[in-house]
């Protein structure tokens, strides 16, 4: 008789384990359904709580890049010294602005003044012979003097002039001022070199009685007033730029960006590192930057329209990211999947026009948790 006591009592206790380990889980279950978060109006009001559906928006596929700040050719200048000399005169320092035709050196060598002092004789001889040739032709059209002399007189002139056209110009393209000269009939001592566009000088190799020679580098000048992007883009990601995409460039290590527009893409890819050039302009001149500045920019480039949010409806947690839907009267935390992001937006995938969500204030409902705000399950 007691041993079926004992069975029926093991009996009880299994039954009583089993139901508890039911009724355990049953309330799990319940914990771990989705949590309803209610507010007061007042709670509402304090967060700036804003409900609302996606919006439909163009949002672009952002490319990554990197690249400098350059001038257009036209805008780099380079000042040499044309023919050798010693300097009297320069002017200005690294970082000085200078206007166009400003003076910036002035040079002296015995050899400047050898070569004006013979284009001068020669153009006095060649009035002399300018004269004979005419004198010589005209006695020999009158049969007073050979055709011999006549042609021999005109040789000569065109050798004259020829010299003397050679030297005018050698003396243009060293920057004298030949017609002053000319009319004074005096050697100008001196050469000086005028800023051929306005800007910033960048460098100078020249110092007071330096001797330069022909063809020396002395100034650098950079207008900066038209600078560019140049970024470097991998070959890959071609395809989908455009001109006339928006690009925003910023300098690593600040907040600062800057806003510019595809303008032309390079043809050709460089084989080391599967990379072409794309020329960018910026929107707004001129831009408070040096040439040869690093920045870093991404490219608006294939724009789709998608559903998406504003920045104050999502909450990043990690990897993951949630939005507040509506439900009932209140609102229940909700993972959702994102793509593309531009201009404060951010594309939800598994969302539409047909959702109600918190647009504004998700941030504060996320901390409220379950401290302030109302829970239900």
Known sequence: MNHFKYIAVIGLLAALTACGK??????????????IIHLTDE???????????????RLSLPIECTGKVEVPPQSLATVYAPVAGFVKVVKYLPGDYVKKGDLLITLSHPDLI????????TKSRLNFLEQENRRKQTLADADATSRRAAEEAATE?????THYMGLKVELELIGLPVAQIEKSGQPQSVLHLYAPVSGYITRIEANLGKLVNSHDLLYEIVDNSHLHLELQVFAKDLAYIKPGQKIAATIPGTNKSLDAEVHLVGKMIDESTKTTMVHGHFMVEPVPLTPGTMVQAGIQADPVE?????????VREGEQVFVFVSAGDGFEKKAVKTGRSQ??????KDLDGQSVVVLEGAYYLNNMGGDEAGHSH
């Open 22 to 35: 039911k009724t355990e889980t049953a309330a799990e279950t319940e914990i771990a359904g989705p949590a």
């Open 43 to 57: 709670q509402k009001k304090v967060a700036g709580i804003q409900t609302g559906a996606p919006s439909r928006k």
């Open 114 to 121: 050898k070569l004006q002092r013979e284009w001068l004789e």
């Open 157 to 161: 002139y065109d050798v004259a002039k």
């Open 306 to 314: 998608v559903w998406a949010l504003p920045a104050g409806a999502l």
């Open 343 to 348: 201009d404060g937006w951010t594309e939800v």
